[in-house]
């Protein structure tokens, strides 16, 4: 650290993460942050760098990553160099997942639209029929998600 690279309080840093000092406290006691330094009175004090590894933390949070995940991935980013593909595999999983999530956010999105669509042309009609639509694309989204399920006409 040099002497003019600015440091931040516990709860400077609170304020600029939205994380609470306990979650601080505890990402530093998980691990997932690098170690923290401390004044001569033992008061932690952040620096840019890891304010800037808690905002990558946070969106891999934010994206669905397991704690247990994020740990793996602060080790070997604190281990250093040789194991960038350990990292790059751990990454690469996780991304699969994301996409995964994206596409079935996609999907109900895609719903919603249609739906808000529907319910706007119905009011300016002043009709309701064909507000609820059955098709293929349903019992192709219910076979999927609850295979079991048996759909009637009407419902």
Same mark, same amino acid.
């Given at each position: 650290?040099?002497?003019? *690279? ?8 609170? +304020? ?23 004044? &001569? ?20 949070? $934010?994206?669905?990553m397991?704690?247990?995940?994020? #740990?793996?991935? $602060? $080790? ?5 160099t040789?194991? *960038?593909?350990?990292?790059? *595999?751990?990454?690469? #999983? %996780? ?7 994206? #596409? ?17 042309? #119905? ?9 609820? *639509? %059955?098709?293929q694309?349903?019992? +192709?989204?219910? $076979? ?5 399920? &048996? ?5």
């Amino acid at each position: 650290m040099t002497s003019s *690279e600015r440091m931040f309080s516990i709860g400077d840093v609170s +304020a600029r993460t939205g994380l609470s000092v306990d979650t601080l406290r505890f990402y530093e006691r998980e691990a997932l942050l690098p170690p923290i330094e401390r004044t &001569v009175g033992g008061r932690r004090v952040f620096s840019e760098d890891d304010v800037g590894w808690i905002g990558i933390c946070q969106r891999l949070r $934010a994206s669905g990553m397991p704690l247990t995940e994020v #740990a793996k991935y $602060a $080790a070997l980013v604190a281990a250093g160099t040789g194991n *960038e593909s350990q990292r790059l *595999e751990l990454l690469k #999983a %996780h991304e699969v997942e994301v996409r995964s999530q994206l #596409a079935a956010l996609q999907d109900a999105l895609d719903l919603i639209t249609m739906k808000v669509s529907t319910y706007t042309d #119905a009011l300016e009609r002043g009709r309701s029929e064909g507000l609820f *639509e %059955h098709d293929q694309d349903d019992d +192709a989204y219910f $076979a999927a998600v609850k295979p079991d399920r &048996v759909l009637t006409r009407g419902a």
